[in-house]
Nanobody
Framework: QVRLAESGGGLVQPGGSLRLSCTVS???????PVWWYRQTPGRQRELVA????????NYGDAVRGRFIISRDIAWTTVYLQMDSLKPGDTAVYYC?????WGPGAQVTVSS
C-alpha cells in the first residue's frame, strides 16, 4: 500500500528557513504530480507548490520566489525548501500525489 509521510516541520523565527520532505513508501509517487498544500484552522487547504515526475514546477502566489520544490531521481521523495518564512506561513503542510495524502507536518513561524 502506498503511503506518504511528511517530515521536517517545526518552529522557526520570521526570516528563517525550513525544508520539508515528503517520502513515499510502498512504491513511487506514480504518474501524477506531487502537490504541497497547507491549511490553517477554519480555512481551506491552499496550494503551495507542485512538481511533476519530469521536474516541471508550479507555485502559489503567496510563496513564489521564497519556496522551491524539488524531487529526487528515484521519484520517492519531494522536498519543499522554504526561505524567508513569515508568520503567515504558519500552517500544517500536506503532500498529495493525486491519490494519497500524508498526515501533515506543522510549520510554525514565530518570534
Amino acid at each position: 500500500q502506498v503511503r506518504l509521510a511528511e517530515s521536517g516541520g517545526g518552529l522557526v523565527q520570521p526570516g528563517g528557513s525550513l525544508r520539508l520532505s515528503c517520502t513515499v513508501s510502498g512504491g513511487t509517487f506514480g504518474a501524477y504530480p506531487v502537490w504541497w498544500y497547507r491549511q490553517t484552522p477554519g480555512r481551506q487547504r491552499e496550494l503551495v507548490a507542485s512538481i511533476t515526475r519530469y521536474g516541471d514546477t508550479n507555485y502559489g502566489d503567496a510563496v513564489r520566489g521564497r519556496f522551491i520544490i524539488s524531487r529526487d531521481i528515484a521519484w520517492t521523495t519531494v522536498y519543499l525548501q522554504m526561505d524567508s518564512l513569515k508568520p503567515g506561513d504558519t500552517a500544517v503542510y500536506y503532500c498529495h500525489n493525486g491519490m494519497n495524502w500524508g498526515p501533515g507536518a506543522q510549520v510554525t513561524v514565530s518570534s
